[in-house]
């Protein structure tokens, strides 16, 4: 008798998945957290063109694949705080829920796109922090 239920507690377990499988699947969401941005950084003031980074997202600066600022560049960023470095340009920005972009406003005169998914340098340095 011991077996008998337990055979049935699996059976009925069996035939509840099978009918989960049948029903229609909701749409599966991604926590916010780890969804994806398209983000756009423009460096194409940097002149002469400079290599530029985003430390853990892009090749280092030391690399021979490295980005270059004679290019636009759209990168797939999760919510989350980075960093836009070349050898003569460091800040940080933050990317949130919904794919903005934020930035210390101390740059401002040579950072633009705060609130928008499109980071562009207007000048050719940054005023060091």
């Not at 423009?42 to 004679?70: C, F, M, R, Y």
Request: glycine share 6%.
């Amino acid at each position: 008798m011991r077996w008998g239920g337990a055979i049935g507690i699996v059976l009925l377990l069996s035939a509840n998945f099978a009918f989960s499988v049948n029903a229609e699947a909701p749409a599966i969401t991604k926590h916010p957290l780890a969804q994806e941005h398209p983000i756009t950084i423009d460096a194409t003031v940097l002149k002469p063109p400079k290599v530029w980074s985003i430390p853990g997202v892009t090749e280092p600066l030391q690399s021979l694949t490295a980005l270059t600022s004679n290019h636009v560049e759209t990168l797939n960023l999760r919510p989350g705080r980075y960093m836009f470095t070349t050898t003569s340009i460091s800040f940080s920005f933050t990317v949130d829920l919904e794919g903005k972009l934020d930035y210390a406003k101390m740059h401002d005169e040579c950072v633009s796109g705060r609130g928008t998914s499109h980071l562009t340098l207007v000048c050719r340095f940054l005023m060091p922090q």
